[in-house]
């Protein structure tokens, strides 16, 4: 019987992703509905401002996340490039190169160089890529997926409180939307903790803590500008 264990850090990467977008999502929309709100403006003001929000936060998500993981491949790419010259002009030395990083991971000299010379046969480019760059397949940087996973995520973190905001009667829009703005948090927190194999409450308490802050700031901004006002 083969022994086979399950882990979970293959999955950090996505998880990251989707939480982070769902988290903004819920944050960043009832905190403008709770801010607007304390404003004493009108339902339909609160509402047309939460759509804004969404739209404005999705497209700022897929922005940033795609600038930002652009510039990741931009710099993996120009390590390759780097790479592949070297392979090209002093491959000895790049396999003398690879076998140091196996003997410094523990590897015997003799069986290190041996390894490093039976993966450069195969594939050269990708054993230098993966054990001296720190580049793999499944952790190279895809910027349009992760722009497109993000405003996926933003926008349906940032419908939740939304939808709420939608049902609830006026008189009690803020205290429900902030309420159930946090429950939805505690429940993606200990969603992510589940997947990742993390404490459940720890992770609920701590997107409830920094959610709560938020609402609270921006609340307290709106009934300021609103007495102003």
Do not use: C
């Not at 931009?74 to 002009?89: G, Y």
């Amino acid at each position: 019987m083969i022994h086979t264990e399950h882990h979970r850090s293959h999955r950090s990467g996505w998880l990251r992703a989707a939480v982070l977008g769902a988290n903004d999502g819920i944050v960043s929309t009832s905190s403008l509905i709770l801010g607007v709100a304390a404003a004493s403006t009108a339902q339909s003001d609160i509402m047309l401002a939460g759509v804004a929000g969404l739209v404005a936060g999705a497209m700022s998500m897929a922005a940033g996340e795609y600038v930002s993981v652009s510039s990741q491949a931009d710099t993996e790419h120009a390590d390759l490039n780097i790479e592949r010259k070297a392979l090209a002009e002093h491959y000895e030395l790049e396999q003398e190169e690879l076998a140091d990083i196996y003997i410094t991971r523990g590897l015997e000299p003799e069986l290190a160089r041996q390894v490093a010379e039976q993966l450069m046969t195969n594939d050269a480019l990708g054993a230098h890529a993966r054990d001296e760059i720190g580049i793999t397949d499944t952790g190279q940087a895809r910027p349009l997926q992760a722009a497109l996973s993000s405003a996926a995520t933003f926008t349906a973190g940032a419908l939740l409180p939304l939808l709420v905001a939608w049902w609830a009667p006026s008189s009690l829009l803020t205290p429900l939307v902030a309420l159930f703005s946090l429950l939805f948090l505690a429940l993606l927190g200990a969603i992510a903790a589940r997947v990742g194999g993390a404490p459940m409450l720890k992770a609920a308490a701590r997107v409830m803590f920094w959610g709560s802050l938020a609402m609270a700031l921006t609340s307290a901004i709106g009934r300021v500008f609103g007495v102003v006002a």
